[in-house]
């Protein structure tokens, strides 16, 4: 069955909210919500006032995960509150037996130190440290330079650009989302010719991956999307060919919205599936 987010079950509307509610509940009887670890208390809120008397929603999600954004942390105190039944699942699928990420998620939950001895070419879960004693203000040149050799590793073992997503939990800075992109453009899309139209606009290029970071109703795009540019007008718009097929052309107010997705924050990619993932932990 198709799914969809929250917000467009509810059919949102900036102007006048949500179409659904309690004087509007939505039609059906049984309601799946994934990803619930995800939920603020208000749109938890608001998405319960429109399930319809006698109806059924069972909540799935991971409590380990990154909490809300929004305030709340509604899956953790629902499933500690004692009012739902509770399953809680403790055999990992996802990884195949004896995969290391397992293993180390599952040591950190314990509050044990995970093992830092994996091959980053054969391991599924590997660690890469600078050199000891190497000094504070280098440590971050020796990331960055990290990261693109990983990125250039993989690349050459046969994995395709948009197999690879690198990750950072802070924006700024040299190791940071927007200095990482920075760099790693220049490996993932060395042919494209970055384009603005003024200062204060972001450049693109043709074959640029991008991050959609606002929800754009009318265009039928949503903040954490990913596309990548396959066309850019003179006038600012932009054509973007969505990860999921569709193609969408954004003009030159709507642009705003986008920026470079070759690395982004941790809170961006919950939920993403990709084959190799390089995240940046430092100080």
Request: proline residues 6%.
């Amino acid at each position: 069955r198709p799914a969809r987010t929250l917000h467009r079950a509810l059919k949102y509307n900036p102007k006048e909210g949500f179409h659904h509610n309690r004087k509007n509940p939505l039609p059906g009887t049984l309601f799946v919500v994934d990803e619930s670890s995800m939920l603020d208390n208000a749109l938890a809120a608001s998405w319960l006032r429109a399930i319809p008397n006698n109806a059924r929603v069972i909540f799935v999600g991971d409590i380990d995960q990154l909490p809300s954004v929004g305030a709340g942390s509604f899956l953790k105190d629902i499933m500690q509150s004692g009012v739902s039944k509770v399953f809680r699942l403790t055999r990992v699928h996802r990884q195949a037996e004896g995969s290391l990420i397992a293993e180390a998620a599952q040591r950190i939950l314990a509050g044990k130190m995970p093992a830092l001895d994996g091959d980053p070419w054969t391991d599924d879960f590997a660690w890469i440290s600078p050199p000891n004693g190497l000094p504070s203000f280098e440590i971050n040149e020796f990331i960055q330079n990290a990261i693109s050799a990983m990125v250039e590793g993989f690349l050459k073992k046969g994995y395709k650009k948009e197999d690879i997503q690198v990750l950072s939990p802070q924006r700024d800075g040299m190791v940071g989302v927007a200095g990482l992109n920075n760099s790693l453009r220049w490996l993932l899309n060395e042919k494209g010719k970055p384009m603005s139209l003024d200062e204060e606009e972001e450049p693109f290029a043709l074959g640029d991956r991008l991050l959609v970071t606002k929800n754009n109703y009318d265009k039928d795009v949503f903040n954490g999307d990913m596309g990548v540019v396959k066309s850019l007008d003179d006038d600012g718009a932009v054509e973007l060919q969505m990860e999921d097929g569709k193609v969408v052309v954004l003009d030159r107010n709507e642009r705003k919205s986008l920026t470079l997705g070759y690395a982004i924050t941790v809170h961006k990619s919950q939920g993403g599936e990709r084959p190799v993932v390089i995240m940046k932990c430092s100080p």
